[in-house]
């Protein structure tokens, strides 16, 4: 690597540190990095790692899984810590024909869950969720809201029994180290542990495994080529798990303050003047809850002349890439009419999110209720930032949700 690259300036930005990524000026702090250094090596005690900060750049290591693959991991601290302990179980953490086979089984039985009267009944869920929500003078959005409608959406993929949802929404809370600053790596393992056990114990009870379930499907599906391993199972639950309720109450909580903050855009919504599948991807982008994917170098490469070593680090920033202007025309704002918008919140190529479908489906009947039942959203308070290097967005977000006046009643989907 180059001279000019290879030491750290301590201009640059602490990565690592929860606290640089916390506050409002998040995207300021960003569009300085893309001026100057868009792509950098970014040195530290311990193992170094590339940092991507333009859009076009985060396509082409997200596209290029030949070049940079994700076998030792997808997070910075797990690439960082010296890889991922469930390397080639889960598809997060896979590459190849043998992540192209177990997302095909999951995307078929995703297909499968989300046909019939998922929709429907999703939407009768979010309408109760959002409605108990204006029925208080003051609402914890983030708690009572965002919180609900996705953990509701993912047990119901993996056939969790409804007393255990409130344990696992626990745990699940705590698991990517979002909710405090202090001692959140320790409380974040015992979470991740708890909720491998969890779904190792599901994995051997009747109820879970019967016919018609997430995992019998699984296993049946899978023996079409190979068995599954018990391992592969549990890990590819945990996955889904965490990705499908993490990202989605932070997307789901950062978008009700964006449109308390932006109240011509969410008139703009209500009066139908945007398309709801439109504005739905300028929120995802907006948002960009999860603000980084980690990849490892497979072999030597270059980029911008920069010479990348077999096995490298690399961490994409999407949370930089979602705001380039390269790509998006005055970024810095909320535009919900925004088109076209190759927003990267689901990430690019082979490891684009398998849930994408469910998750705008949820997001559609949360957006679909909000426009149902609520006039105006107003803060109360200023919202409380989760502490992590990797997730963005709001741990508390009080507001008063006014009921809409006019008692609309048709299903806006």
């Known amino acids: 690597m180059s ?6 300036s301590s201009a640059l930005p602490p990565l690592i540190s929860p606290e640089f990524h916390a506050g409002e000026d998040i995207a300021a702090k960003w569009l300085s990095v893309r001026q100057r250094t868009p792509f950098y ?74 046909s019939g009267r998922f929709s429907e009944d999703l939407h009768r869920t979010t309408d109760e969720i959002v409605q108990q929500a204006v029925e208080k003078d003051v609402c914890d959005f983030a708690k009572e809201v965002a919180s609900q409608v996705p953990i509701s959406v993912v047990s119901d993929l993996l056939d969790v029994p409804e007393n255990d949802r409130p344990t696992l929404q626990k745990l699940a809370s705590a698991a990517l180290t979002s909710h405090t600053a202090d001692a959140a790596l320790a409380a974040g393992k015992v979470a991740q542990t708890g909720i491998i056990e969890y779904f190792s114990d599901l994995a051997r ?15 049946t599906l899978s023996k079409e080529d190979r068995k599954l391993e018990l391992s592969e199972l549990i890990f590819n639950c945990y996955s889904l798990l965490l990705g499908g309720y993490e990202t989605a109450r932070l997307s789901m909580t950062g978008s009700a303050k964006a449109l308390a903050d932006n109240p011509s855009q969410w008139q703009l919504l209500r009066s139908g ?37 077999d096995g490298d680090i690399i961490t994409v920033w999407i949370a930089s890439a979602n705001f380039d202007p390269e790509e998006f025309v005055s970024p810095q704002l909320l535009d919900l009419a925004r088109a076209p ?33 609520v006039e105006d959203i107003e803060l109360v308070g200023a919202p409380r930032a989760v502490s992590s290097n990797f997730l963005r967005g709001y741990k508390q977000l009080y507001a008063r949700l006014h009921r809409r006046r006019d008692n609309f009643k048709s299903l806006v989907i």
């Open 3 to 8: 001279s000019s690259i290879g030491k750290r």
């Open 341 to 373: 918008n190759r927003h990267l919140s689901f990430g690019y190529g082979s490891h684009f999110c398998v849930g994408a479908t469910l998750a705008r489906m949820e997001f559609r009947a949360f957006a679909s209720s909000l426009l149902r039942y």
């Open 205 to 219: 009870s009747k109820s879970a495994t019967a016919e018609g379930t997430f995992l019998h499907s699984l296993v």
């Open 273 to 309: 003047g945007v398309a709801l599948d439109t504005a739905i991807d300028e929120l995802l982008r907006w948002t960009s809850p999860a603000m980084h994917v980690g990849r490892t170098a497979a072999q030597a490469t270059e980029l911008h002349g920069q010479r990348i070593h």
């Open 41 to 114: 090596w970014h040195d530290r005690e311990g193992p170094g790692f590339w940092v991507v900060a333009k859009h076009a750049d985060a396509r082409y290591v997200l596209k290029n899984s030949s070049l940079f693959n994700s076998l030792r991991g997808n997070v910075m601290d797990t690439l960082l810590a010296g890889g991922d302990s469930a390397s080639g179980l889960m598809l997060a953490v896979s590459d190849g024909q043998e992540h192209r086979l177990i997302r095909s089984y999951v995307l078929k039985i995703i297909e499968n869950k989300i």
